[in-house]
């Protein structure tokens, strides 16, 4: 049976980690590959790298981080952030990403989507949409979500349920798909949003933006109908190892890789 | 030390399989051309990009040729995700509406779309396979129900299932890995399945290893009666 993925995420600014992290161990707490290499031994199923380095100059950072992470994993990874057209993509690809994520390049140009799955596969292109709600939950009409650009700064009044569609439809082969007005609350996914976005799209939905306890997890695979669960903080910060989320998981009935 | 090509059709980065293979005692090495895929000891194709453009691109460089020459020779193979799918007969992927393209014809059968049978397409994550006894050589020491990893969205439908070295359900039960004699293939990532996908590499370089020291043994044997 095909298992539920656990994937933690890490900032990545000049090709170093972002957010503070504390673990005994590791040589270079600040390098996001060897804080991948941490997350591969401890049993998670897939890492996303999410560049947030500013300026362009700087991408090369990240093309030495991608290339460094191709040596060390025996996980696939993602990258994401920065792209803005497939010269980009492609050299990311070819430095060993396994997927590339787009978030607001696509946006502006959706043909994007097309050029990336024809130039790399449907399997290397990840579609990341930052989702706000509208509205106040519980009104009428209310289970409705904008699309966020630019790091969540900018609303483009685009619906984010049909804009996943859309994605897919264009040939994205999975949905990153972030609640902003869950993330770094730790209160738990979005789950209507994940479940409104799962049960519109034929491609993989990865839940994204709120965890703060094991329950989190859990609820976002089945009651908001994900396909993979990512979170940041309770990873970086030790509050469960990705073990930990997985034996819980597995004690509520979803099925995860114990095997490693 | 057994010389073990990885064939590079420029679609993607092969640095993990080189590696993978390099870890378990092989001599890996990444290369696009032909005459280093006639000379090595054993051929790695990996798999990246579609059906119809795998094909054509190695076909006009001639590394198809040389592929199923090192096939005929009796050298090991394995094939990665669309490189077990280009071991069949012909594939629907990149073809035009009910059409086929050719594939290396190594064995008997066909790439077809996977149903989404009310299932995600394509099959991405980690998966499940439960290994028959042709699967016995490429997965010594894994047990049936390993977790690999997939990403996928056409699947193997073999004439004969006696090549299938392992079965995976996903709506429908599919090849996920094949072997017959020095050929094997299979639809998930070793070199992206950690630890037991190193183990599936590790055999298969024993593989290649076995079979250098029965043709060294043989040729010292030729050399002899000579």
Sequence with gaps: ?260 | MARIVVVDYHKGNLMSVERGLSAAGADAFVSDDPVSIREADAVVLPGVGSFADAMAYMRESGQAEAVVESVRAGRPFLGICLGMQLLFDRGQEGASCGEWVEGLKILRGSCVRLPSCGLKVPHVGWDDVSITDRGERLFEGVSSGSHFYFTHSYIVDADDDEVVACWTDYGVRFASAVASGLVFGCQFHPEKSSGKGREVLRNFVHIVQDCEQSRHLEERKGEGLS
Excluded at chain 1, 179 to 187: F, L
């Design chain 1, 1 to 260: 049976m095909l298992t539920k993925r656990v994937i933690p995420c890490l900032d990545a600014k000049d090709g170093r980690v972002v957010k503070g992290v504390n673990f005994v161990g590791l040589r270079d707490a600040g390098n996001p590959v060897e804080l991948a290499r941490f997350y591969d031994a401890e049993g998670a199923d897939e890492v996303v790298f999410l560049d947030i380095t500013a300026t362009s100059d700087k991408r090369e950072t990240t093309i030495e981080m991608a290339s460094e992470a191709a040596r060390q994993l025996s996980i696939p990874y993602a990258v994401g952030g920065g792209f803005r057209d497939v010269a980009g993509m492609r050299t990311m690809v070819a430095a060993g990403a396994d997927k590339v994520s787009l978030n607001s390049a696509a946006v502006a140009d959706p043909s994007l989507i097309e050029a990336a799955a024809a130039a790399f596969g449907s399997q290397a292109v990840v579609c990341a949409i930052d989702a706000k709600r509208v509205g106040v939950p519980g009104a009428p009409g209310a289970d409705r979500w904008e699309v966020f650009v630019a790091g969540g700064r900018k609303a483009t009044g685009i619906d984010a349920v049909w804009w996943a569609q859309e994605c897919a439809r264009r040939g994205a082969g999975e949905i990153l798909l972030t609640s902003m007005d869950r993330d770094g609350t730790k209160d738990g996914f979005d789950i209507a949003l994940t479940r409104a976005v799962s049960r519109a799209v034929p491609i993989p939905v990865i839940a994204s933006g709120g965890v703060g306890s094991l329950e989190h997890f859990a609820e976002g695979i089945i009651d908001g109908e994900a396909d993979a669960v990512l979170a940041a903080s309770v990873f970086h910060f030790g509050t469960y190892t990705v073990k930990q989320v997985k034996e819980y998981m597995a004690a509520q009935g979803i099925p995860v890789r114990l095997d490693f």
